[in-house]
């Protein structure tokens, strides 16, 4: 089934000369030369969803945001707000709907008929947002109410780093969700340091591997941040148990710092719980990471001096 929705998907966007960008599961990031495109190769793909006969009469409806804007890309990633708010107006709104900025309505033609659904408050974006429905002829066109900002929900404010631009949309929804409040997101280290000093955040979850190299530019970030700014706590996300690198983050002083697998993440009380105990001035260590560290050796074990009596 994900691989026919994949598949689906790719043939709708290739054949309007989208570029996918990046994908996890059954999320995409896509990008096109102009909104014209875009709104034709999502429309090919949920007319194609539609259409699919899918495994035991399961009907799959999928969700889309289109918004048109002028992101910064480094190393062939894509970063900025403009990213970000594409992201939120797809988590808006519900399966097979369809949503898209006033931006990318205004860059559209007559041939697409389009619904105005007023201003919305979308998680992480600071001013409202005049939303758009676009109607795929053939298809439904009434669907629940928006997904939109819970008023007065605020909790522990959050800057989130990850290249990745789903994982990291992915994590920023499930923190607010349970009540944390995202004040920024970056894809580089060198961003969120600045966001860092910018918005004095609680915490800062931190990917260890970031551009340019993709190796440990993540985990000096963190390290600065820890003595920039120590009342920020530091919760670094890792995809492998790396011990010295977990070592090094927590020096002498592991109070208000984590290291957890990416793994972790999936559950989603846990997670949230460690994310507040390291923004409290606590410690979360991975089981994984935790176990290694017990049973590592020293390089020079004062241990290896003493005879077995």
């Known amino acids: 089934m994900l691989a026919d929705h994949r598949r689906l998907l790719r043939e709708a966007v290739e054949s309007c000369a989208g570029q996918v960008v990046d994908h996890r599961g059954d999320e995409f990031f896509v990008v096109f030369e102009d909104a014209w495109r875009a709104a034709e190769a999502v429309s090919d793909a949920q007319r194609a969803f539609a259409a699919h006969s899918w495994p035991d009469g399961v009907e799959l409806r999928v969700r889309m945001g289109l918004h048109t804007g002028e992101p910064t890309i480094r190393d062939g990633a894509y970063y900025g707000l403009d990213v970000h708010r594409a992201a939120r107006i797809a988590q808006a709104g519900s399966g097979g709907q369809v949503l898209l900025s006033e931006r990318t309505r205004e860059a559209l033609d007559s041939s697409h008929e389009l619904a105005d659904l007023g201003?919305?408050?979308?998680?992480?974006?600071?001013?409202?947002?005049?939303?758009f429905q676009l109607n795929v002829a053939g298809l439904p066109s009434r669907f629940p109410p928006l997904s939109t900002a819970r008023k007065g929900l605020r909790g522990v404010r959050v800057v989130l780093a990850d290249d990745s631009v789903l994982l990291r949309e992915g994590i920023a929804r499930l923190l607010e969700d349970a009540g944390f409040e995202?004040?920024?997101?970056?894809?580089?280290?060198?961003?969120?340091?600045?966001?860092?000093?910018?918005?004095?955040?609680?915490?800062?979850?931190?990917?260890?591997?970031m551009p340019p190299t993709q190796t440990d530019e993540g985990l000096h970030a963190a390290k600065e941040?820890?003595?920039?700014?120590?009342?920020?706590?530091?919760?670094?996300?890792?995809?492998?148990?790396?011990?010295?690198?977990?070592m090094e983050l927590l020096g002498e002083n592991a109070e208000g710092v984590g290291y957890l697998l990416k793994d972790r993440v999936s559950d989603v009380d846990e997670f949230a719980a460690a994310v507040r105990r390291v923004a409290e001035g606590g410690s979360a260590l991975d089981p994984a990471v935790v176990s290694q560290l017990v049973g590592r050796r020293r390089r020079?074990?004062?241990?290896?001096e003493l005879t077995p009596r």
């Open 300 to 304: 020079d074990d004062p241990l290896d």
């Open 182 to 209: 995202i004040v920024a997101q970056s894809g580089t280290a060198e961003d969120l340091l600045r966001h860092v000093g910018m918005h004095k955040p609680d915490v800062a979850l931190v990917d260890i591997r």
């Open 225 to 246: 941040i820890r003595e920039r700014w120590p009342d920020t706590g530091v919760l670094v996300l890792s995809q492998y148990v790396e011990p010295a690198y977990a």
């Open 119 to 131: 201003e919305h408050e979308l998680p992480g974006l600071d001013e409202p947002v005049r939303l």
